[in-house]
C-alpha cells in the first residue's frame, strides 16, 4: 500500500509532496481544504502539516489578503502562519511551495515578500527557512546573484539541508 493513514491526512509513502483532503475545528468554525502537490507537506510523523492558503481566517491578523504558508500542529490542535518575519509581521506578498522538515521543526518556503530580512531584489522570489522552535525567519538565497527566482523543492529530514531550484539570469 502506497499510502499510510494519520486520520484524516494521507501521507504518501514514496519520496516527493502530497496530495490529500483534511479537515479541522476551530471553535464552531470547520475548516476543510483540499490540499495538492506543491502546496502541502507533511512532517515523517504526520503531525506537522504545511500548506498554502489564501484565506484570511486561518489566524488572527491576517490581512493581507496574500497567499501565505501556514502550518497545522495536528496534536496541538493549532494553526500557525510562518510567512512572517522574526517580529511577527505579515508578508506583502505571495509566500508559496513549503517544504517542512522531517522532525517538523523547519519550514522552507518561497516567497516574493520585500520586508522579509535581506529580500528586496525587486520582486524576485528567494528561499526562506522558518524555524518552529526559535519563531525565526532565515533568508537562505538572499545575497545570491544570478537567480531570478528560487524556491525550497525539498528539505532534509533535520532542516540542515534545503533543495533549491532556481531560475539563472
Not at 521543526?105 to 531584489?121: H, L, Y
Not at 524555524?131 to 540542515?160: P, V
Request: glycine share 12%; with cysteine.
Amino acid at each position: 500500500d502506497r499510502w499510510k493513514s494519520y486520520g484524516t491526512v494521507y501521507r504518501l509513502t514514496t519520496p516527493g509532496h502530497l496530495g490529500a483532503s483534511t479537515a479541522w475545528t476551530a471553535g464552531s468554525t470547520t475548516f476543510e481544504l483540499t490540499l495538492r502537490d506543491k502546496s502541502m507537506s507533511i512532517s515523517q510523523d504526520g503531525n506537522i502539516v504545511t500548506f498554502e492558503s489564501s484565506a484570511v481566517n486561518l489566524v488572527a491578523g491576517d490581512g493581507n489578503a496574500a497567499i501565505d504558508v501556514f502550518a497545522r500542529d495536528r496534536a496541538a490542535a493549532t494553526t500557525t502562519r510562518l510567512s512572517v518575519d522574526s517580529a511577527g509581521d505579515q508578508a506583502n506578498n505571495t509566500s508559496q511551495y513549503a517544504a517542512v522538515s522531517g522532525d517538523g521543526r523547519v519550514v522552507a518556503f518561497e516567497s516574493r515578500d520585500e520586508n522579509f530580512p535581506g529580500a528586496g531584489d525587486g520582486g524576485a522570489s528567494d528561499v526562506f527557512a522558518f524555524d518552529r522552535d526559535s519563531d525565526t525567519l532565515e533568508c537562505l538565497t538572499c545575497g545570491f546573484l544570478g537567480f531570478a527566482d528560487a524556491r525550497a523543492d525539498d528539505i532534509g529530514g533535520d532542516g540542515r539541508l534545503v533543495l533549491i531550484n532556481g531560475t539563472q539570469i
